[in-house]
């Protein structure tokens, strides 16, 4: 069965300190990756997606990730956070029709 | 383009009441979906559509009808409200892979 694990359930980071968000992955095949952010009472928002290619992905809001075929992982960078960027962050992966969501990390972001 | 609405935001229902929550899309997006989110559970599909008279059962199903009367719209329907039912809700429509989600509908049942 397909499966997404997030292990850090909470982050704190100083502002403008740079950030990473680990995923791990369960899947035979290449998956096709996503990251998420959702702020405060609102819906989940993209951040970036991997399908295939090149594994350094650009996304919005200065963010970017990295696959790892090896390490079965989909690690979320930013290497200056804002205090904006306080929010939980989800992975998730599409297997058949499907979209698969860790359970989420929470960012917060002290000044 | 409004994107996906959902109504209310927020509900407040006695155990064994119905509802329905509403959902629309404007983007003639043919792939519908319902997720909760649960603390520490991330998100958890309900039931998803492939288009308008097709729908079928995601990972939690359970408790919960839908229907797809036309490509804009995709009411979840709770038929006996339980407590284990309090959850945030999520509408998402989908064009490929690229998902929009709703604001969601904070859901206590009491």
């Known amino acids: 069965a397909q499966s997404v694990t997030q292990p850090d359930i909470h982050i704190t980071v100083s502002e403008g300190a740079s950030l990473e968000l680990r995923c791990n992955y369960s899947?035979?095949?290449?998956?096709?990756l996503f990251w998420y952010v959702q702020s405060p009472g609102q819906g989940l928002q993209l951040l970036l997606k991997?399908?295939?290619?090149?594994?350094l992905v650009q996304g919005i809001k200065g963010f970017e990730a990295e696959f790892k075929r090896s390490q079965s992982s989909f690690n979320l960078r930013k290497p200056s956070v804002h205090w904006s960027d306080a929010a939980e962050y989800f992975c998730?992966?599409?297997?058949?029709?499907?979209?698969?969501f860790g359970t989420g990390t929470s960012l917060t972001v002290i000044p | 383009n409004a994107g996906v609405t959902q109504t209310p935001k927020f509900q407040v229902l006695k155990t064994g009441q119905s509802m329905t929550l509403q959902c629309a899309q404007d983007?003639?997006?043919?792939?519908m979906s319902w997720y909760r989110q649960d603390p520490g559970m991330g998100l958890r599909l309900i039931h998803y559509?492939?288009?308008?008279?097709?729908?079928d059962q995601g990972e939690v199903p359970n408790g919960y009808n839908v229907s797809r009367s036309t490509t804009e719209d995709f009411p979840l329907r709770l038929l006996s409200a339980a407590p284990s039912q309090t959850s945030v809700y999520f509408c998402?429509?989908?064009?490929?892979?690229?998902?929009?989600f709703g604001p969601g509908t904070r859901l206590t049942v009491t």
């Open positions: 998402a429509s989908r064009s490929g892979y690229e998902q929009y």
């Open positions: 991997y399908f295939s290619g090149d594994t």
């Open positions: 998730a992966v599409v297997t058949g029709n499907q979209f698969y």
């Open positions: 899947y035979g095949a290449t998956p096709y």
């Open positions: 983007m003639n997006h043919e792939y």
């Open positions: 559509s492939v288009g308008a008279g097709i729908t």
